[in-house]
């Protein structure tokens, strides 16, 4: 069993334009909705992989109610906290000739003292009977910024495994919690690093650093050129080929959802690496969010390559 945390969830509209203009009028040709929230995208994942599934973190309102009714209707099985606060929703608006996409990201509820201790007291109590957790996205306002390396703690004193998938304040708290893997993206580590642009040697020279503070895996992951992960083996460049890009929002989480996959079952590293970056690879291929197809995904891992550098 594997439970996503997802502690800002959203319901996911996405808009459909041909050509999208500021500040004119933009007609809608086509509109999706689907829970989301980075946890919720590696939750969906994890489903198209054949895994077993479910999703925790907080719901809210009439929003919450709607998420969790696309959740169910994915067949995860969910334990949200309830709320008082509104869950939030983001927008997305693609744009047919350009292929790219605008995100409209609300901050989402403000989460109570109350609300916290009860997240934490669930998790002290679902962490003696699952043992992978992957703790994805942003925090809620309410939250302190070492909220990651709190939920960490409880999960790895319970003897289970943690992967962290955040940024800013959040990310750095968590990392001092020691969680089994991280993975920032190129712009997360340099805002984490406080620099405008990353070397590899420098990338390198970081996530090495990153495996000696006690982090067994270190992914950094590099939009299409794949990924670089450290271990305590050495450092590694994961490649895939080239894919037709349709929307590339959602490929880190499938990222995870690949990574902690693997991990879980054949608990095989490298195979790890291989179905993380061709999960995130198959995702931009398609327009929907945190969306795979398990046979390509199969297919991709046998065109990656691995190289130690």
């Avoid at 004119?24 to 969906?44: F, P």
């Avoid at 608006?93 to 109570?112: N, R």
């Avoid at 201790?117 to 957790?133: H, Y």
């Avoid at 990153?210 to 950094?220: A, D, E, Y």
């Amino acid at each position: 069993m594997i439970t996503t945390i997802t502690l800002n969830a959203a319901i996911d509209q996405i808009y459909h334009v041909d050509r999208f203009t500021a500040e004119e009028v933009n007609r809608v040709t086509e509109a999706q909705q689907d829970a989301g929230g980075k946890g919720l995208n590696v939750a969906k994942v994890l489903k198209q992989l054949g895994v077993e599934v479910e999703a925790g973190g907080f719901l809210g309102g009439m929003n919450g109610e709607r998420i969790r009714s696309l959740v169910r209707e994915k067949g995860i099985r969910d334990e949200f906290i309830p709320i008082a606060g509104e869950s939030r929703v983001c927008l997305t608006i693609m744009d047919a000739e350009t292929g790219k996409g605008t995100e409209l990201l609300e901050s989402g509820p403000v989460i109570s003292d109350k609300e916290w201790q009860k997240m934490l007291n669930w998790l002290e109590k679902k962490s003696k009977r699952t043992k992978w957790f992957a703790l994805s996205g942003s925090l809620p306002q309410g939250l302190p910024s070492d909220a990651y390396a709190q939920l960490i703690d409880i999960i790895q004193s319970n003897g289970a495994n943690a992967i962290l998938d955040t940024s800013g304040e959040a990310l750095r708290h968590g990392i001092e919690a020691k969680p089994f893997a991280i993975k920032p993206n190129e712009q997360e580590l340099a805002n984490l690093l406080g620099v405008d642009s990353l070397s590899l040697s420098l990338m390198m020279e970081e996530g090495h650093r990153l495996v000696k503070t006690g982090i067994p895996h270190v992914c950094f992951t590099l939009g299409g050129e794949g990924a670089l992960i450290v271990n305590r083996e050495g450092c590694f460049r994961v490649q895939a080929p080239a894919v037709p890009v349709k929307n590339t929002v959602g490929s880190g989480d499938s990222f995870i959802g690949g990574l902690i996959h693997e991990f879980a079952t054949s608990q095989d590293c490298f195979v790890a690496y291989k179905r993380a970056v061709a999960c995130g690879a198959v995702n931009a291929a398609h327009m929907e969010i945190g969306y795979i197809d398990a046979m390509e995904v199969e297919q991709m891992m046998k065109e990656i390559t691995i190289t130690e550098l």
